[in-house]
């Protein structure tokens, strides 16, 4: 199965809504006649809309860095799934800094894809281990709980499913893991995805690496048999270094 490149840029909590707008209009232009792969832009959520409205007639998809399980209610402060919806495609569940920062738990992380899912959006579950996971061998243990316990309740494979593989240690860090070394990561979650919901899901599942990627190394991930994409973070808010990684991609 040919498994379409897929490029997200996570801006996390930056830029003003000026900023925010001339990203995505730089972005736009870069990648006017890029084809071949998938982009979703994660702004930061007070920004969704200028961001999706910026995109109109474009290919390029706007996705939420984060969201409440909860429909509606007394929830100050949160924003729910439902209110997504004709704004984002895609919404990011279970990003380390979510975990680590805020303590946010695996049953958590499953409310969250539950939401997701119910309300007809296209989940992208982020997993990584941590550095001590790392040292201690613990590496596999944390991405199959991670995976299997974050999808608890979700009796098939979302369609669309996106995982992005991000090891703690790499994120932000300059010191990304080595390619080999994400393959074998990557393999491992297709395998898990085999496990819990069948070959052909795992086939069509995209994987992508996260963490330190940049315009000079995305192609030594993305040559790797089961990398489908990447998960970019600080080299996203530089539009010509986000276009080459996109452009990398194909
Ligand atoms: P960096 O690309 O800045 O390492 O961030 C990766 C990330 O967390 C994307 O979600």
Known sequence: MQRIPVVGGNWKMHLTRQEARQLTAAIRAALVDLVGVEVILFP????????HDALEGSTIQVGAQN??????????GEVAAPMLRGTVDHVLVG??????????????TADKMRAVCDAGLTPLLAVGEPMADLRAGRTNDTLRRQLVEGTRGIAAMPPGLIVAYEPVWAIGTGEPATPAAAQERCAFIRSVI???????????????????????????FIDQPDIDGALVGGASLDAEAFAAICRAAR
């Open 44 to 51: 930061p959520s007070p920004w969704l809309a200028d961001v």
């Open 67 to 76: 969201v409440y399980w909860e429909p509606q209610g007394a929830f100050t």
């Open 95 to 108: 990003h380390s800094e979510r975990r680590i920062v805020f303590g946010e738990s695996v049953w958590e």
């Open 194 to 220: 085999a496990d819990r919901y069948g070959d052909e899901a795992a086939e069509a599942v995209r994987i992508q690496y996260g963490g330190s990627v940049n315009a000079q190394n995305v192609a030594s």
